[in-house]
């Protein structure tokens, strides 16, 4: 399953990351962060150094995946859930 998380940069997001790269069955495709795009996910989380190349993408760069899962700062998931809806069968 293609996982995406947004909010992929704050503790909780690197917690997410951290588990779903030990799940067998989620492939994380995508981890957002604005204020980080184009940053290695491994230079803000070092749990996942050697575990994975990507960088973060801004949400409006967002592709099709099968999962979302939403680590945004509070308040802020409500605002994204339409443009979603779009991407995910499930978020």
């Known amino acids: 399953m293609r996982a995406?998380?947004?909010?992929?940069?704050?503790?909780?997001?690197?917690e997410l990351l951290r588990?779903?790269?030990g799940h067998p069955e989620i492939a994380v495709t995508q981890?957002?962060?604005e204020r980080l795009?184009?940053?290695?996910?491994?230079?803000?989380?070092?749990p996942l150094?050697?575990?994975?190349?990507?960088?973060?993408?801004?949400r409006d760069q967002l592709e099709s995946?099968?999962?979302v899962f939403c680590a945004l700062k509070h308040g802020e998931t409500?605002?994204?859930?339409?443009?979603?809806?779009?991407?995910a069968p499930v978020l």
């Open 4 to 14: 995406a998380v947004l909010g992929g940069a704050g503790y909780a997001g690197g």
């Open 19 to 21: 588990l779903l790269h």
């Open 31 to 33: 981890a957002t962060s």
């Open 37 to 46: 795009a184009g940053r290695r996910i491994d230079s803000v989380h070092p």
């Open 49 to 58: 150094r050697g575990r994975t190349d990507m960088v973060f993408t801004p």
């Open 65 to 67: 995946c099968d999962i």
């Open 78 to 87: 409500s605002a994204a859930v339409e443009q979603l809806r779009t991407l």
